[in-house]
């Protein structure tokens, strides 16, 4: 698991956001583009409300075809949601 955290100054537009990743990403890897397989997402509202399109302006500049998995934390809350509806006997 890696993380990284990265101070936005501007709007957090999926454009803006897009931008600098991909700044990032060039810093570290200059064809990260063709060594990208896969990428974790947080949630689908959140990749499609205020970071419209993020992941899929990564996706369209990659190279291969790229694994969309959604973040450790988010199957683990899914997880923790069923199991509480489960003892509360919702369904």
């Not at 990265?6 to 990403?25: A, Q």
Request: aromatic share 8%; hydrophobic share 45%; proline share 0%.
């Amino acid at each position: 698991m890696h993380l990284v955290g990265m101070s936005m100054f501007e709007r957090h537009t999926g454009l803006n956001v897009f931008n600098m990743i991909s700044k990032f990403m060039d810093a570290l890897y200059i064809k990260w583009h063709a060594k990208l397989i896969g990428m974790s997402i947080n949630d689908k509202n959140t990749m499609t409300c205020h970071h419209t399109n993020v992941v899929t302006r990564i996706v369209a500049c990659a190279k291969h075809k790229v694994l969309w998995i959604w973040c450790v934390s988010h199957q683990i809350d899914i997880v923790i949601k069923a199991l509480v509806e489960n003892i509360n006997g919702d369904s």
